[in-house]
């Protein structure tokens, strides 16, 4: 096949040298000797940033070295030339767990001004920007599905348990494997050049005549062509957006001769599996290979993406017409109860096309956040066997054999991938092929489509518009009011926490319970007009919604949120039909705005209203003035908030009823 300009990538260039790491710990022992060595300029990109991580750690003695915050502030200090930026994605409130950086590093660099540390929204609220990787130098950069961040660190064999496996507050988690590349060369470049797009940033050429190079790092590849594939939206329906990296997974599986070898996160592509489902249902098409999680980590990945993964895979096997499919679960060789997770992003066909990157095999990935894979054609590259090499490497890993040994066994199998992992698998912990599927279509799509969508619901143009368009609009005049009482709140709260040193959190939920039972009538005005307060000075809903659960229990929680939140709401929607029909406001360009996208979302009714509540694109005040000022009727603005808000009050009230349990029952 033949890969394109702009159809498949948006920049092409050459890797002087080029290598894949097929653990998260041997990229960053990798990142640990470089970061130290760098002169000019490191720039790191990610979608979630751990200044407190560990790059270099043991499996059998645990975390060595110091943490990777102390590790660029001691290189910027030592060196006031070198500059060092982090770009990492800032999330809606909904996300920010996902955010670790600590407030004593964001100090700290303060009294560092060669380092920049910025957090970039995605240019939709409902999307992320999802790249990881990292540039010294100018001449040297990763790239890969590696974050710098807590819970990636593992070690290649995977065990059950491993000292150096703990995050930064000294809690163990599950094996991990990932996939990462490292470039040098003019590549290095156009990875600059693809920031520089992405970014606000001013970045003059910094490159060094170093030729700098992990020291413990084999180079596996030489002048090698390397293609850069993205994906980039816009809430903007002027500005055309990019799925190159889509388009480069469906033209590399449909193309597929012998083999098509997967690892993802994520399996929920309609496109991608109606392609494999073309080639199982050949006589002659290739053999499929996927490695995934056996299942996610956490509660809400198992509900959603999960359940879609099940789905899609369990349509595959039913069109494996001649049993050339193979899915396959890793799982720990010492206890096979415990899984590992596979986050790696890595497709290989015909044992000459790559494409590794950040991009999961989703909606999201392929058309909506931002993503980067890079490609490789394996016969343009000075070792036409690289990429072969590479999925040796894997697969041989994942069955705890050399590469020498898997060729072995594919050989003894007539150079079938499948029969050899298949055969493998049952005779070795580790390695265990998936057999529980959900049926296709087993839940409804329209429900799963929240979760990975393909792009920004149609009201978010001009919720974007009014929430970040209007810089000398009425919310932004007043914002120091605002946060002037906030801060207030806060000093006079934390005066009263440490006067009262002596306070019993078992005596103030009693006291709470007793003006329920004794005077309700202003309890519940009490709650309610702390709701309208979190929303006036735009704290999120999810605070005053656990915090009430937790103080009044989970039934008056849910009847005083829900009482909070839809009259809060019902206020503001009703200032926005106001403001809708008043010409004072037409001064206002962002107004104006608004108002012509008016006909645009009208249609989507209801269900416009209730998307934006399941996923917040501003403030919860904003996004209901702005219903009301796009004219959604009294009965759509009622359905709408109705079906988005009601799950989350629950949830979020079961959250709060928990830690009162931690507090009244600390031993159950």
Not at 88 to 99: E, G, H, R, T, V
Not at 288 to 305: A, K, N, Q, W, Y
Not at 443 to 450: A, S
Request: net charge negative.
């Amino acid at each position: 096949m033949t890969f394109k300009q702009d159809l498949h990538y948006e920049y092409i260039s050459t890797a002087s040298r080029l290598s894949f790491f097929t653990s998260s710990g041997a990229y960053y022992s990798a990142l640990a000797d470089i970061l130290p060595r760098a002169r000019r300029r490191i720039l790191i990109v990610g979608w979630s940033f751990d200044d407190r991580i560990h790059l270099l750690r043991n499996k059998d003695t645990g975390p060595t070295g110091p943490e990777l915050g102390d590790l660029l502030i001691s290189a910027a200090e030592k060196n006031t030339s070198l500059q060092i930026t982090l770009c990492i994605w800032k999330p809606p409130s909904l996300f920010a767990a996902d955010q670790h950086i600590t407030n004593k590093f964001r100090k700290r660099l303060r009294r560092v001004p060669n380092i920049t540390l910025c957090q970039y929204p995605a240019e939709s609220a409902f999307a992320s920007r999802h790249e990881k990787y990292v540039v010294v130098d100018d001449v040297l950069a990763f790239l890969g599905g590696i974050d710098l961040t807590r819970e990636r660190w593992d070690s290649p064999d995977h065990p059950a348990q491993s000292a150096g496996r703990v995050n930064p507050d000294s809690e163990p988690y599950g094996p991990y494997h990932d996939t990462h590349a490292v470039l040098s060369g003019p590549v290095v470049g156009d990875i600059l050049s693809m920031a520089e797009a992405e970014f606000p940033l001013d970045l003059p050429s910094v490159q060094t005549a170093e030729d700098l190079w992990p020291n413990d790092v084999s180079a596996e590849v030489e002048n090698a062509r390397v293609m850069i594939s993205l994906t980039r939206a816009s809430p903007d329906a002027e500005v055309a957006d990019v799925h190159q990296i889509k388009q480069v997974y469906c033209d590399m599986v449909a193309d597929a001769k012998n083999c098509i070898f997967i690892e993802n996160q994520y399996f929920s592509s309609d496109v991608i599996t109606d392609l494999i489902v073309e080639g199982l249902r050949s006589k002659d098409g290739p053999e499929v290979i996927i490695f995934m999680s056996r299942e996610l980590p956490d509660m809400l990945g198992r509900m959603t993406m999960g359940v879609n993964a099940s789905m899609h895979i369990a349509k595959l096997k039913e069109n494996d017409l001649y049993g050339r499919l193979g899915f396959f679960n890793l799982v720990s060789s010492d206890n096979t109860n415990v899984g590992v997770k596979v986050h790696s992003k890595l497709l290989i066909t015909d044992s000459r096309y790559l494409s590794l990157g950040s991009a999961n095999i989703n909606q999201r990935s392929f058309s909506f956040d931002d993503e980067v894979n890079i490609i490789i054609d394996a016969a343009e590259t000075g070792e036409p066997q690289c990429v072969g090499n590479l999925e040796e490497r894997i697969l041989g890993q994942h069955c705890g054999l050399s590469v020498e040994e898997w060729r072995t066994l594919v050989a003894h199998h007539d150079g079938s991938r499948l029969k050899a992992l298949r055969e493998h698998s049952t005779s070795r912990d580790g390695l265990e092929e998936g057999k529980d599927f959900l049926p296709p279509d087993s839940v409804p799509r329209e429900i799963l489509n929240y979760f990975d969508m393909e792009g920004a619901p149609q009201p978010e143009e001009a919720l974007h518009t009014m929430t970040k368009d209007q810089p000398r609009g009425f919310i932004y005049r007043t914002r120091k009011i605002w946060g002037l009482l906030l801060l207030s709140a806060a000093v006079l709260g934390a005066v009263f926490f440490f006067a009262r040193t002596d306070i019993d959190i078992r005596q103030v939920l009693g006291a709470i319970t007793q003006l329920n039972e004794t005077r309700p009538v202003i309890a519940a005005l009490l709650t309610i007009a702390s709701f309208w307060f979190a929303m006036l000075v735009f704290v999120s809903i999810t605070i005053p919604i656990v915090s009430f659960a937790a103080l009044h229990g989970p039934w008056f929680g849910i009847l005083y949120s829900s009482l909070g939140v839809f009259s809060g709401a019902a206020i503001f929607y009703g200032l926005g039909l106001l403001l809708h029909n008043s010409s004072w406001f037409e001064r206002y360009k962002a107004v104006r705005r608004v108002k012509k996208q008016f006909e645009k979302i009208r249609p989507y009714g209801f269900w416009a209203v209730a998307i934006s509540r399941m996923i917040p694109s501003g403030p919860f005040l904003v996004v209901n003035l702005v219903t009301g000022m796009l004219g959604f009727k009294p009965s759509q603005f009622s359905a709408g908030s109705l079906i988005g808000l009601m799950p989350g009050i629950v949830v979020f009230t079961l959250f709060g009823e928990t830690i009162r349990n931690v507090f009244t029952n600390p031993a159950g």
